[in-house]
């Protein structure tokens, strides 16, 4: 029996029919209709601002539909919260962090349903405990301790969390919106396992991501949208990189979005140097980055690269050795080495840093996108300490028309874009202000193909403009196709120094980090 006729005898759990969502005067979806089946897994793709995550919050129940119904085997389905889609057996993960700091991971994982432990009037807490400590076993993490606050937990673990939150309640429709993109090697390895699990027990995934070889490798089906619509569904058979890719953004994306020069050079003057540190997990970290070079840091995520770009900051002291940037003193002069030991100093030397946790430690959510792109240049921006309204609306005009940031107007809440225009806020800060260094974590997470091709032209000519990058990133073929020169770590350690002008494969970078 063919595929296609396998395929329509898969139960539908959730059809949505000419879905809708206004947001005043703009339409983010556009009469879309789609089945989702058990025993599938449902890849969703586009480019950021195509409907993807708004499609996944109208079906768990964080925005309300504008139009069109939904029926989950049949049955009507309007959910009035995320409680009401998971009691209706929908649970979702998103891309960016849904815990609070200040809780425990045991009230984290309950929170809403507190009502389950209450006895005499009080929650039983070591009940709630116990059973968070069940949720957590059920993807491998009995070993965590559920009484610490959320707030001492890395970006990954808390994504893990509410991975263990999401199944604990047994859902026959698991929604991951982008949070592989969070993820190290291992976690990404673990979700996919989870997500395959649900699918051979005849339950139904929904998983939205912008890495297109990973939902290729993943999915059984790929729904493509573009501009708020659905553009075409297509069956694992006939998945082709090139023809999806067209039909994300309307047009052909001619060849490969990288570098295309293989020199890897770079400037003879030394901008950062990195010597004998040891900080944190680090140990005796010896570099140096040049003026016009982008060098990549390479790893998994617990090997210590994420704590190098934060050490180059400033924002991780060295417990030995020291860090030096090479800054020319107000009024001209030669550059002179300068010890990096504070953020303060950083940005006064022209250091500018993308975190990889971008919407908690790089941007301010509930801010506007004006004030986000002035915060690093105050100073330029002010007059005997007044700060000059019309300079911060030019300068934040410029770098929106410069970087493309689609936006209603510069005062819309950065909290409110896509994950692209997140991402190109955050370059922008740094950009504008004239930073001359920038280091940069993981910094095309969460962005589709079209704004990776535009923030990659943009790192090749900042690099030919003379900046120095250092650039963090678990995705090898991008440390491949923009490095001059890369660094693997391993426990904490640089392992391995490899050059552009090599032949370069992942599976020499590879061999390296594990």
Sequence with gaps: M???????????FLE?????????????????????RRGEIRGLIGENGSGKSTISAMISGLLPASGGDMRIEGAAYQPKSSLDARAHQISMIVQETGTIPELSIAENIFLGEEK???KRGMVDHRQMNREAQRALASIGLEEMDVTRPMALLGFEQRKLIEIARA???EPSLFIVDETTTALSHEGRVLIHQIMRRLRDQNKAVLFISHDLPELMDVCDVLTVMRDGSLITSIDKSEFDEEHIKQSMVGRVIEGNYYRTDDDGSYGSQVMMSVKNVSASILQDIELTLHEGEILGIGGLSGSGMHELGKLMYGGLKPERGEVLVYHREEGGGPLVPRVLNSMKTAIDCGIGYVSKDRDKETLIMEASIKDNLVLSALDQLSRFGLILPGAEKRFA???MEELKIKASSMNQRVGELSGGNKQKVSFGKWIGNQSRILILDSPTRGV??????TMYQLLYSLKLEGYSILMISEELPELIGMSDRILMMKDGRIRKEFSRTEPLTEAMLIGHMI
């Excluded at 947001?23 to 979806?29: D, I, L």
């Excluded at 589709?448 to 091709?453: L, N, P, Q, R, S």
Aim: hydrophobic share 40%.
């Design 2 to 12: 063919a595929k296609g006729m396998l395929d329509m005898e898969k139960q539908v």
């Design 16 to 36: 949505a029919r000419q879905l809708s969502k206004r947001f005043n005067e703009v339409t983010a979806v556009n009469q879309v209709s789609l089945s989702i």
């Design 116 to 118: 389950r432990f209450v």
């Design 167 to 169: 199944l604990y309640y």
């Design 397 to 399: 005009g410029k770098q």
């Design 448 to 453: 589709d193909v079209g704004v990776k091709t």
